[in-house]
C-alpha cells in the first residue's frame, strides 16, 4: 500500500505584496465620482427638462430685467438709479428670444409719477413709496409699449459679477478699442479701463465693466454691450453643467418673482433660441425716439412693428 502523498507547502515569501490605495488615489477616486455623478445628475435634469418643455410648452414669457447703479457694500440697492432695462421675451411657439433695452434717459409716463426719465422710475417709487418702484415701473412700461411683463429680475453688480463667475467667465468679441478713463470705481472715484478689440474670455468684475462703461461713446452704446454680455452669458447658461452653480447665485443675489419650477420650464427655450438668428434685438436710440417738449420720447409709429412681432 502506497503512501499517502507528502502535502506540498508553497513558500508566500514571493507572493507580491497586497496593494492598498494610498490616500491620493482614493481621494481622486471619489473627486472622479463625484464629478461623474454631478455630471449624471445635470444631464438627467437637462433630459427632464427638455422632456417637460417639448411636452408642454410654457407660454411666451416676457421678463423685466433691471439693473441698479448701487455701489457694493451700501443699502441703496432700492432707492439707486435704474442703470439697465431689458425687455427679454421667451417665446417657444415663435422659435425666438427678444430683448429691447430701454434708455435710462428716456422720458416716459410714470402713472404715480408724472413724466419722468426711465432711470428714475424705481428710485421715484422706493423714496416715496417703499415696496412698489418694481410694479410702477412694470406698469410704466406696459403702457408705453402696450405690453405684457410677466416676470422682473433686479440685478445688483455683486450678483452680477458672482453669475459670470460661476459660469466659469463669458466670451466676448470686442468690435472696437474702448478707452474710458472716468470709469467709476465702487468707492466713487474713477479708474481707466481699456478693452482692445477681438475675442476675450471676461471673469465677472471685467465683464461688469464692459456692460458699464460709456464715455468713450454714449448710453447706446452701452446698452448694446450689455445686450452682447447678456447674449454671452446665456450661452454659457445653455450648458446644464452650470445650471446648479447660477440658481445658487440667483437664489442668493437677485430679487425675481420666478420660481425655480418657472425658470426650469423657461431653460430649454433659452438654449434653444437665445443665440444667432433666433435672437432679436433692439436698442431703442434717437432712431426710435422724437423730441416732445425738449424730451426725447419713444417715436411708437417706427417701435410698433419690432414690438408686435417680439413681445406680443
Sequence with gaps: MKPPPTPVRYSTALRPPRRTASPLRTCLSCGAGVIILIVGLSCLCCVASFGFYFADPPEQTNILILGGDARPGTNEEKIARTDSIIIMSIDPDGKQVSMLSVPRGMYVESPNYGLIMANTVVR???????????????????????????????????????????????????????????????????????????????????????????????????????????EALMKKLANPLHWSEAWEVIDKHYETDLTAEEAFRLAPALVLYGRGDSLQQLVINTDYMIVVDGTLRPNMDKLEVWIDEHLR
Design 124 to 230: 421715484n417709487a422706493e423714496v416715496y413709496a417703499p415696496g412698489t418702484g418694481e410694479d410702477e415701473i412694470v406698469n410704466t412700461l406696459e403702457t408705453t409699449f402696450n405690453v405684457d411683463i410677466d416676470h422682473t429680475v433686479r440685478i445688483s453688480f455683486e450678483g452680477f459679477v458672482e453669475l459670470v463667475d460661476a459660469v466659469g467667465g463669458i466670451e466676448i468679441d470686442v468690435p472696437k478699442r474702448i478707452v474710458d478713463r472716468q470709469y467709476p470705481t465702487h468707492d466713487g472715484g474713477t479708474m481707466e479701463v481699456v478693452f482692445e478689440p477681438g475675442k476675450q474670455t471676461m471673469d465677472g468684475e471685467r465683464a461688469l465693466q464692459y456692460a458699464r462703461t460709456r464715455h468713450q461713446d454714449d448710453d447706446y452704446g452701452r446698452a448694446a454691450r450689455q445686450q452682447q454680455v447678456m
